[in-house]
């Protein structure tokens, strides 16, 4: 059983990529630097650093701290921290050793060449960056399992917990997030179901109201319970194959069982 005591004072950091990046302006809290000689977890979102530093507090090691914040980001920053794309993490140990595990995203098995050409035969930039072409093979959830199979010492579910507490009671828009889910939903007229989520029936949200995300708290409990099956394989895989196939979209149940 590995001692808590160990990994405490693992340093770490991570880069998530989502499958749409949205401008969002990132303040700092402070003008001078912010030290801790126990630890310190930092995100894009106040919630979800708050998530962090309470596994910390808990007796969770650094990697587990960060799970956590990430499934909360995929939550409260849904401009660039979701589920649906990957990243990369970074790992310190007290002994100086380090290592990574790169959970970025693949492309899917039926990718072929001429894939960002429109019906001209020329380069689309629409294709290459609005179409469910240009989604990959999500690589978060699996890069999270590994990295608690590895290096974890809290239990999964209790990772995953808050992340669905906070999607289905909801937190409050800041000023930018808002500004930042309205000029989405004008370039994502064609996708319904994103509307439907990030607005009140096509009316943008404005900051200080609560947005909910019932469907995101649903696959969040599916990953709480089954893990990275809960992802790949299962509900959450037809319901992704499903929507690749509307929108003329190649990822496949292969392409999400294989990563």
């Given amino acids: 059983m590995r001692s808590p005591h160990r990994w405490r004072a693992v340093t770490l950091w991570t880069f998530a990529l989502a499958l749409a990046v949205l401008p969002i302006d990132v303040v700092a809290q402070t003008a001078e630097p912010v030290r801790a000689s126990t630890g310190m977890v930092v995100s894009q979102h106040w919630l979800a650093s708050d998530v962090g530093r309470d596994v910390l507090a808990a007796g969770g090691n650094a990697i587990d701290a960060a799970i956590a914040t990430g499934f909360a980001l995929a939550v409260v920053h849904p401009t660039a921290g979701n589920i649906g794309g990957g990243g990369f993490m970074v790992v310190r140990f007290p002994n100086g050793q380090t290592t990574a595990i790169d959970f970025r995203e693949k492309a899917p098995l039926a990718s072929f060449p001429e894939m960002w050409l429109d019906e001209k035969g020329e380069y689309s930039s629409d294709v290459h960056h609005r179409s469910a072409k240009s989604v990959g093979v999500p690589g978060t959830v699996a ?19 808050p992340a669905v507490a906070i999607a289905e009671d909801g937190f409050e828009l800041s000023e930018s997030l808002a500004r930042s889910l309205a000029g989405f939903l004008e370039r994502r007229a064609r996708t319904p179901a994103t509307v439907a989520q990030f607005s009140k ?39 992704i194959t499903e929507e690749m196939q509307r929108g003329d979209g190649i990822i496949t149940r292969a392409d999400l069982e294989l990563y």
Avoid: C, N
Avoid at 145 to 151: I, N, P, T, V
Avoid at 206 to 232: K, N, V
């Fill in 143 to 161: 890069g999270f399992e590994r990295a608690h199979k590895l290096y974890g010492d809290m239990d999964w579910q209790r990772l995953v917990s």
């Fill in 201 to 239: 029936d096509g009316t943008p949200y404005a900051e200080g109201e609560t947005l909910r995300q019932p469907d995101l708290a649903r696959t969040l409990r599916r990953i709480q319970g089954e893990g990275r099956d809960g992802f790949y394989r299962g509900e959450t895989a037809r319901l």
